[in-house]
């Protein structure tokens, strides 16, 4: 099934449940949430107080992507937060099997992701653990990028392998109606969008990318 899944990243935080409501009324179900330690990428964001709000007054599948070093250090910090996906980055993890297995363990779905320099196949040995794979198609660390066209490719391959796995292909990074049309061609099922979606009007923003899903 596609999904347009708003990144939080980018939203009005002054107004955010007006925000949510407007996503709401569209039939949208699932938030992703950044964090990021300033280590692995360069820039600070949001962590697990977002998460346990929006899980205690919000049924929103709550999509959260960890781009910080030592991730199982914080994996059952956020699922006690509220998280229903955690996904991790390949590069952020020596011990990424074990990370996924724990993610798994504390039962939340469990996601892996991988910068646009890492090649896709080092995720072989991990793909029968996880339930999401995350192709990122800008450098993470920040919003309003624009989209790495060279990242079609991995999404191609995965697309391919997929049908002997249980996983979701979710492509993260310079998303708009364009680019969106693009990585769903190659085999993209779940769309992360920041600054298409929260920046001007939401709701066309939402009606426009929805437009694409279809
Ligand atoms: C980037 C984050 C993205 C970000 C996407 O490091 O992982 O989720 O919010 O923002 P846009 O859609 O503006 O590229
Ligand atoms: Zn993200």
């Known amino acids: 099934m596609k999904k347009l899944i708003p990144s939080l990243l980018s939203a009005d935080f002054w107004c955010l449940s007006e925000q949510l409501n407007v996503l709401l009324k569209h039939g949208l179900d699932t938030l992703h949430i950044d964090v990021m330690d300033g280590v692995f ?27 910080i070093e030592d991730p199982e250090k914080m994996v059952q910090a956020f699922k006690e937060a509220g998280a229903h996906i955690i996904t991790v980055h390949w590069e952020a993890s020596p011990h990424i099997h074990r990370t996924l297995q724990r993610i798994k363990e504390i039962g939340a779905m469990a996601g892996v992701s991988i910068n646009p320099g890492t090649p896709v196949d080092v995720l072989r040995p991990v ?56 990585a769903i061609q190659s085999g993209a099922q779940w769309i992360v969008a920041g600054s298409s ?13 929805l437009k694409v899903l279809k």
């Open 127 to 182: 793909l029968h653990l996880v339930d999401l794979v995350l192709v990122m198609s800008v450098n993470p660390g920040f919003g309003g990028q624009e989209f790495l066209p060279e990242v079609l490719p991995k999404i191609e391959k995965l697309k391919e392998w997929q049908s002997s796995y249980q996983y979701v292909i979710e492509v993260d990074g310079g998303m708009n109606p364009q680019t969106a049309a693009l």
């Open 41 to 67: 990428v360069p820039n600070i964001s949001l962590g697990t107080p977002i998460v346990a709000s929006l899980s205690q007054r919000s049924h929103f599948i709550l999509d959260v992507h960890l781009m």
């Open 197 to 209: 979606v929260f920046r001007g009007n939401v709701e066309q923003n939402v009606v426009d990318l």
